[in-house]
């Protein structure tokens, strides 16, 4: 089990940059993967970016190139990195730990980004 909680949203200008960040409640090397998601309104929830346990990273096509998914130096710590942000990255974005082997994933309370044209 794990608690997960995000904070670095706000409001930002087009073009400009979020750093979000993801306090875990223990060592997230352990776990399979950790992912962030991001639900705007009126949409489904979608898969932005994982960093595995492994380290290797995937994005969604429409982030590629813009945002970066990384761990800490602090065990407990992961980050997205969101550059040229456009009005379209407007959402709650959450952070998801997922457990493969258990079946689980347990997921923070999320943060807000809006992105102003």
């Known amino acids: 089990q794990v608690q997960l909680v995000e904070s670095g949203g706000g409001l930002v200008q087009a073009g400009g940059s979020l750093r979000l960040s993801c306090a875990a409640s223990?060592?997230?090397?352990?776990?399979?993967?950790m992912c962030w998601y991001r639900q705007a309104p009126g949409k489904q929830r979608d898969l932005v970016a994982t960093i595995t346990s492994d380290g290797n990273t995937n994005y969604a096509d429409s982030v590629k190139g813009r945002f970066t998914i990384s761990r800490g130096n602090a065990s407990n710590m992961m980050y997205l990195q969101m550059n040229s942000l456009k009005p379209e990255d407007t959402a709650v974005y959450y952070c998801?730990?997922?457990?493969?082997?258990?079946?689980?994933?347990?997921w923070g309370q999320g943060t807000q980004v809006t992105v102003a044209s």
């Open positions: 998801a730990a997922e457990f493969i082997r258990h079946g689980r994933t347990y």
């Open positions: 223990r060592s997230i090397f352990g776990i399979n993967n």
